[in-house]
């Protein structure tokens, strides 16, 4: 089994930034697809952000480019999302996923839902004044 594990939600002021960590045990890290969703009040899950198992290939959703930098973390097992610029709007739950992926090409990233084959619980990150 492969568990997941977020950290680093919080409530910021708008414009501040707030780090997350997603922590993975189980399989082998590096061989996983990883990604962020998010989902606010009301609203659907959406693709945040995603990182290929190399790590050579990262992917935004148009809403959080260029204020939010998925990386993977030096230990393997983690992957982190840096957001800058936190607006109202970027309040919702944030889930780490994973996908096992068997290509080759070291690029892939997907933004569906539907092919990540584990999650997180989410942690909350709410920016209000």
């Known amino acids: 089994q492969v568990d997941l594990r977020e950290f680093g939600g919080g409530l910021v002021q708008p414009g501040a930034s707030l780090r997350l960590e997603c922590v993975a045990t189980g399989r082998p890290f590096s061989t996983y697809t990883m990604a962020w969703f998010r989902q606010g009040p009301g609203k659907e899950r959406e693709f945040a952000a995603g990182i290929s198992w190399t790590g050579d290939n990262t992917l935004y959703g148009d809403s959080v480019k260029g204020r939010f930098t998925i990386s993977r973390g030096e230990a393997k097992n983690t992957v982190h999302l840096q957001m800058n610029s936190l607006r109202a709007e970027d309040t919702a739950v944030y889930y780490c996923?994973?996908?096992?992926?068997?290509?080759?090409?070291?690029?892939?990233?997907?933004?569906?839902?539907?092919?990540?084959?584990?999650w997180g619980k989410g942690t909350q990150v709410t920016v209000s004044s």
């Open positions: 996923a994973a996908n096992i992926c068997s290509c080759t090409s070291g690029t892939y990233i997907s933004t569906r839902e539907s092919k990540y084959d584990y």
